[in-house]
């Protein structure tokens, strides 16, 4: 009995630091799995089910629904859009965080203050920036009344779908230049002063030292933003709900908001789950279009 008490103390002490990291992973790791692995596959499993409804009752259809994915036009379009669209909010932001991080990275005093102010739309809530967005954007709002001072017509920004992108990248950089500023520059204060020192010592200017000796140091933070740039391209959703709700005609749609409108308007949870969905073309009706045009036209 004596012996196996020795062993399982001689056990605790030998494993004591993975035990200890067992004890505090297991209940984030159990939030995780709760809330975020289960319904991760339960959604992939609804993929291969008809499920019409909360009351339906599930039928077995295989990749059907993968195959009413990839051979409609709808949905094949709202991927390129999702791709695209998101891909443009990412390399926009990216660009700007960029300049910004440049000339912060030049201030030597009061910096952590201009990164807080840089930071605040990043950590503000989307529903609440959004609304004041739709409040600016609205035909009696700011943007047209300033418009209308210079003697221009106001516009109805929510029926074309050109100024819905231009508006969408516009939210999307403002919220998302406040952590690709601080990875640009934490970035850009890892390189070692003394080698663009030495750069400008060879005659190197700005530019030259910045892409020749700064981007190549740079690189393993630049690869780590495009790979989470990319997966937050796919996942776009916000900007494309609060401010063009898929508008006009379904133009703006992207995956993710479409799997919504998929799941809790044409209660397809099959098709949700798939991830693609049979909904509606459009979130903004053609007669409202044609009202709204009418209303413009007089």
Not at 20 to 32: D, N, R, S, T, Y
Not at 155 to 178: K, L, P, R
Not at 181 to 208: F, H, Y
Request: glycine share 10%; net charge positive.
């Amino acid at each position: 009995m004596e012996k196996r008490d020795l062993q399982k103390t001689k056990f605790r002490v030998r494993h004591r630091d993975a035990l200890l990291a067992l004890a505090l992973l297991a209940v984030p790791v159990g939030f995780w799995l709760l809330f975020c692995g289960y319904p991760v596959v339960y959604g992939v499993v609804l993929g291969f089910f008809d499920y019409k409804g909360i009351n339906g009752i599930p039928r077995w259809i295989g990749i059907g629904n993968f195959v009413t994915f990839f051979g409609s036009a709808e949905w094949v379009s709202a991927l390129g859009r999702t791709v695209g669209l998101g891909m443009l909010c990412f390399l926009c932001t990216t660009l700007v965080g960029m300049l910004v991080a440049l000339l912060l990275n030049g201030i030597k005093k009061g910096q952590g203050i201009f990164r807080a102010i840089w930071y605040i739309p990043s950590v503000t809530s989307a529903a609440a920036t959004s609304q004041i967005f739709n409040i600016l954007l609205s035909y009696d709002g700011v943007v047209n009344n300033i418009l209308e001072s210079f003697g221009k017509e106001a516009v109805y920004w929510q029926y074309s779908t050109e100024w819905m992108i231009f508006w969408i990248v516009i939210y999307s950089v403002w919220t998302g230049i406040g952590g690709s500023t601080l990875l640009w520059l934490a970035a850009l204060q890892s390189i070692d002063p003394s080698v663009i020192e030495a750069s400008k010592l060879d005659g190197c200017n700005r530019v030259q030292s910045f892409f020749r000796i700064s981007v190549p140091q740079m690189m393993p933070m630049i690869a780590f933003m495009f790979i989470n740039g990319f997966i937050g391209a796919m996942n776009i959703y916000e900007s494309v709900l609060f401010i063009s709700g898929g508008g006009p005609l379904g133009t703006t749609e992207v995956l993710a908001y479409k799997i919504m409108r998929s799941a809790f308007w044409d209660n397809d949870f099959g098709m949700a789950g798939c991830p693609p969905a049979r909904s509606r073309a459009s979130s903004l009706p053609a007669s409202s279009l044609s009202r709204g045009l009418s209303r413009r036209s007089c």
